[in-house]
C-alpha cells in the first residue's frame, strides 16, 4: 500500500497543479462567472468524471495507445478542438439578457455536467500526463500497480474538486455581481467565447 509520505507529497503536488492556469480551472472559471456558481461545480463534476476515466485508461495501459499513436492522438485532440469551438461560437451569440445571473442559468446542469467531462475526455494529453505522472508515485514493491494507480488518481480527483470548487464559488460570486449588468454580462460572453477559441487554438496544435 501507498505510504502515508508518499500520499502527502503526491496531493500537495496535486493541489499546485490544480492550481496552475489551465485549460480545465479555465474552463471552469468561465462558466462560473457567467452562469453562477452551481454551475461552476457541475462543470467540475464533469471534469472529474472525464478524471476517473483517463485514471482507468492509464491504469489498466490504454493511454500508450495515444502515446504511441499519432492517429489516435490526433483525431481526439481535433474532436476536442471542433468542441471547445462550438461553446466559443454559442459564447459569442448569447444574447445580453441584463438581468441577474441565476444559479446554473442558461444549462441544465446535466448539461454542464457532460460539456465538463467532454472538455476532459477529448484531451489526450490529460491520459498522457496521467500515465507520465502517477506511475513517479507507484512501488512495485508495495503491491499492485494497477491499485496504487487507481488510488493516485483518486487522490488527484479529490484535489481538483477542492481547487476547482473553490474557483467555482469565487468565480460565481463575482459573476453574479456582474450579471446584473446586461453590458457586463455581454463581455462576460466575449471574454468566455475568445477563451474557448483560444483553448481551441491551443489544443489543436498540441504536439505529443
Keep these: 500500500m501507498?505510504?502515508?509520505?508518499?500520499?502527502?507529497?503526491?496531493?500537495i503536488t496535486s493541489v499546485l497543479l490544480?492550481?496552475?492556469?489551465?485549460?480545465?480551472?479555465?474552463?471552469?472559471?468561465?462558466?462560473?462567472?457567467?452562469?453562477?456558481?452551481?454551475?461552476?461545480?457541475?462543470?467540475?463534476?464533469?471534469?472529474?468524471t472525464g478524471l476517473i476515466l483517463h485514471t482507468l485508461a492509464v491504469s489498466f495501459g490504454v493511454a500508450a495507445i495515444f502515446q504511441t499513436s499519432a492517429l489516435a492522438f490526433t483525431v481526439l485532440k481535433f474532436a476536442g478542438a471542433a468542441y471547445l469551438l462550438y461553446l466559443a461560437w454559442q459564447a459569442f451569440r448569447a444574447?445580453?439578457?441584463?438581468?441577474?445571473?441565476?444559479e446554473g442559468s442558461g444549462a441544465s446542469g446535466w448539461e454542464l455536467y457532460r460539456r465538463g467531462i467532454i472538455m476532459n475526455i477529448t484531451n489526450p494529453k490529460v491520459s498522457i500526463f496521467f500515465l507520465a505522472f502517477l506511475p513517479q508515485f507507484a512501488d512495485p514493491g508495495r503491491g499492485s500497480i494497477t491499485v496504487q494507480m487507481m488510488l493516485l488518481g483518486g487522490l488527484f480527483i479529490l484535489a481538483t474538486l477542492l481547487v476547482f470548487g473553490g474557483i467555482a464559488l469565487l468565480a460565481g460570486t463575482i459573476g453574479r455581481k456582474l450579471g446584473q449588468s446586461a453590458k457586463a454580462e455581454k463581455i462576460m460572453n466575449r471574454v468566455a467565447g475568445t477563451?474557448?477559441?483560444a483553448l481551441a487554438l491551443k489544443l489543436a496544435t498540441t504536439q505529443r
Excluded: E, K, W, Y
Design 18 to 48: 490544480g492550481i496552475s492556469p489551465g485549460p480545465d480551472n479555465i474552463f471552469v472559471l468561465t462558466q462560473s462567472a457567467l452562469r453562477g456558481r452551481l454551475a461552476g461545480i457541475f462543470v467540475t463534476l464533469g471534469l472529474c
Design 2 to 11: 501507498i505510504s502515508p509520505d508518499i500520499v502527502l507529497t503526491f496531493f
Design 95 to 102: 444574447p445580453a439578457t441584463g438581468i441577474h445571473l441565476g
Design 195 to 197: 477563451v474557448f477559441a
